[in-house]
């Protein structure tokens, strides 16, 4: 069983960064590509990044290119999500998921697995 913990998030002024880890304190995290989504109050959860098992295949939603950067260390069994530039309008609680890697990587039914999230709040 995954079991997917996320932390890192917390209030940030407009132009900083924070940086969110996903640690599966189950299953080995080496046999899932992973995903981050996030949701803000009154929105659908929409995808941010994904990283297939080995990291060789990364995607971006537009809204997070040039300032996200997804990473993961599969022998600590973790996954990242460096964020910089942040704005108002990242403001969210964001999740991390696991999945197998089939399917489209930003749609949510991709993925099996799924944190109970971390808020992240961006002042202007």
């Known amino acids: 069983q995954v079991q997917l913990v996320e932390s890192g998030g917390g209030l940030v002024q407009a132009g900083g960064s924070l940086r969110l880890s996903c640690a599966d304190s189950?299953?080995?995290?080496?046999?899932?590509?992973m995903g981050w989504f996030r949701q803000a109050p009154g929105k659908e959860r929409e995808f941010v990044a994904y990283?297939?098992?080995?990291?060789?295949?990364?995607y971006y939603a537009d809204s997070g290119k040039g300032r996200f950067t997804i990473s993961r260390d599969n022998p600590k069994k973790s996954v990242y999500l460096q964020m910089n530039s942040l704005k108002p309008e990242d403001t969210a609680v964001y999740f991390c998921?696991?999945?197998?890697?089939?399917?489209?990587?930003?749609?949510?039914?991709?993925?099996?697995?799924w944190g109970q999230g971390t808020q992240v709040t961006v002042s202007s």
């Open positions: 189950g299953r080995t995290l080496s046999n899932y590509a």
């Open positions: 998921a696991a999945g197998r890697g089939y399917g489209t990587a930003s749609s949510q039914t991709s993925y099996d697995y």
């Open positions: 990283i297939s098992r080995t990291g060789y295949n990364i």
